[in-house]
Structure formats: structure tokens, C-alpha cells
């Protein structure tokens, strides 16, 4: 009887063991396959634009069946959410590199600059990609809740820089707040608009110069009382 009894428990460790594992193998799928999904989905909305981009053309170009992705995402919606959560991760990831810290302030305020108008900002996140989410976030409040996060992120880190400025008296500000909304506005406007102002993205001298014209045209808002 109590070798019946062991032989019991042995086989449901071993269920148990064998359930685990598939957990186990299920969360790792899904760890390798949603982020391949996202970025396909990304890449498809470059091809055939955000109303173009549906779940069967995705899994068209992954070579995989559409329930797949259903699976993972359940509908379109959550898809494009995640896609905005890749988005803010990526320019996260941006910030979190910027290193300034054992920089002179002058070098720091420099340092920024370039930062915010280099060729790796400009091309962490396509620019027609970007269009296509902020103009479905208008129609969807959870995209919009979520682009709205990515800007506050993106505002605090710039309020902290200036803050350290305004301190060390590099910038002439009053409200560090109002000068980050400022700031933003004259990046994003120079990134969405470069590409008609450019017309020829592999012309380095020229975007060079024209990155250069807004670095110049922020350090002297930097210098104003705003």
C-alpha cells in the first residue's frame, strides 16, 4: 500500500514537473515571439501605412498563421498599443544612454543639444511610423494615454537638464517646465519636417548644417527669460 501510495505522488511530481515546464516554455514563446511580432508590425506599417497594416499581412510577412498573433494580441488594437510601448521604450533606452553627469556644465548644455539633434534620434523611430501612431492616437484614448506617457517622460528628463543649467547659470530660464514643452516642440517639428526640407536623406553636410541651424536657434531660446 505505501508503495502504491509513493508511485501516486512520483506520478503527479511528475505532472506537476511536466506543467511547469510547459509554462515555462509558453512564457518563453511568448517572450521571442511578441517582440518579432511587434517589429514586423512596425516594418508593416512602413510598407502598406497604419490602415493597411492588418494581422493577416503581418503574419504574411513573419510566415506564420494570423491566430498566432491573435493569440498573443487578440486584436489590432493591443497590437498597436504594444508597438507604442516598443516606441517608448526605444526613446527610453535613448535617454538613459545620455551620459553628462562628469561633464563641465557648459560641455553638458552642448552635449544635450547634439543629442537631441543627432542622426540616432532622428532614426530610432521611423518618421512615417511616428505620423501614423500620433494620428490613430487621436481616435483611440488608449494610444493617446500612452504617446501622452512617452512625452511626459520625455519632458521630466528634459527638466531635470535645465534645472541643473539653470543652476549652474548656463541658461537663462525662469520656467524649466514651460522651456521643455518649447524644446520638444522645436525637436519634433525639425524631425517630422526635415524630410521635406532634405530632400536627400544621405546628404550629411546638409543635415549636418541644418542640425546644427537648431541647436543654435535652442540655445538662444535657452538665453531668453521665458
Not at 69 to 89: M, P, Q, R, W
Not at 113 to 140: G, P
Not at 209 to 224: F, G, K, P, S
Amino acid at each position: 500500500m505505501f508503495c502504491l501510495f509513493l508511485k501516486i505522488i512520483g506520478l503527479k511530481l511528475k505532472q506537476l514537473n511536466r506543467y511547469s515546464f510547459d509554462i515555462m516554455k509558453k512564457r518563453l514563446n511568448a517572450d521571442i515571439q511578441k517582440p518579432k511580432i511587434v517589429k514586423h508590425f512596425f516594418k508593416t506599417i512602413l510598407a502598406e501605412g497604419f490602415e493597411g497594416a492588418s494581422i493577416a499581412k503581418v503574419a504574411k510577412r513573419m510566415k506564420i498563421h494570423p491566430s498566432l498573433i491573435l493569440h498573443y494580441f487578440g486584436n489590432k488594437e493591443n497590437l498597436t498599443l504594444a508597438l507604442v510601448d516598443y516606441v517608448i521604450d526605444e526613446y527610453g533606452s535613448l535617454l538613459k544612454t545620455f551620459k553628462s553627469q562628469d561633464l563641465a556644465p557648459e560641455d553638458r548644455l552642448t552635449r544635450l543639444l547634439e543629442a537631441l539633434w543627432s542622426r540616432e534620434y532622428y532614426e530610432k523611430i521611423n518618421v512615417a511610423a511616428s505620423f501614423a501612431v500620433l494620428a490613430v492616437s487621436f481616435r483611440n484614448n488608449k494610444i493617446h494615454d500612452k504617446v501622452r506617457d512617452l512625452y511626459r517622460m520625455f519632458k521630466k528628463f528634459l527638466v531635470r537638464e535645465f534645472n541643473y543649467l539653470i543652476y549652474n547659470r548656463k541658461v537663462r530660464i525662469k520656467d524649466s517646465a514651460h522651456a521643455a514643452e518649447i524644446i520638444m516642440t522645436m525637436i519634433e517639428g525639425s524631425r517630422h519636417f526635415r524630410a521635406f526640407i532634405i530632400e536627400d536623406d544621405r546628404d550629411d553636410d546638409q543635415i549636418r548644417r541644418y542640425n546644427q541651424d537648431m541647436i543654435e536657434a535652442a540655445r538662444c531660446l535657452l538665453q531668453t527669460q521665458i
